[in-house]
């Protein structure tokens, strides 16, 4: 599985943007999609993740302003974010994992990553 995200940019606290990460494979329906952020000087964090259920966990601190979705027949996830604020500021990377959601908040379980897309928030 190969993973390109996009959709990042700047953008002021308050607004939108949304993310998506394209997927190559036919495979894309059967892996867990996630998201994770890294601002600099700090370690990847886990945002939010989804089953190909449907079924979807979030980090505390997202929840509420992010939502995570999917799109099986585009090979897409995406990942909405609302309500910017500047320490959303970071590096957003998708991710493909197999393992069960209880698990899902952990990079170590993630097989395949993206190359990531910055995510700027001016205040």
């Known amino acids: 599985v190969q993973l390109q995200a996009s959709g990042g940019g700047l953008a002021q606290a308050g607004g939108s943007l949304r993310l998506s990460c394209a997927a190559s494979g036919r495979t894309f329906s059967t892996y867990s999609m996630g998201w994770f952020r890294q601002a600099p000087g700090k370690e990847r964090d886990f945002v939010a993740t989804i089953r190909w259920t449907g079924d979807r966990i979030y980090a505390g601190s997202v929840k509420g302003r992010f939502t995570i979705s999917r799109d099986n027949a585009k090979n897409t996830v995406y990942l909405q974010i609302n309500s910017l604020a500047p320490e959303d500021t970071a590096v957003y990377y998708c991710?493909?994992?197999?393992?069960?959601?209880?698990?899902?908040?952990?990079?170590?379980?993630?097989?395949?990553w993206g190359p990531g897309t910055q995510v700027t928030v001016s205040s």
């Open positions: 991710a493909a994992t197999k393992v069960a959601l209880s698990q899902a908040r952990m990079t170590k379980f993630y097989d395949y």
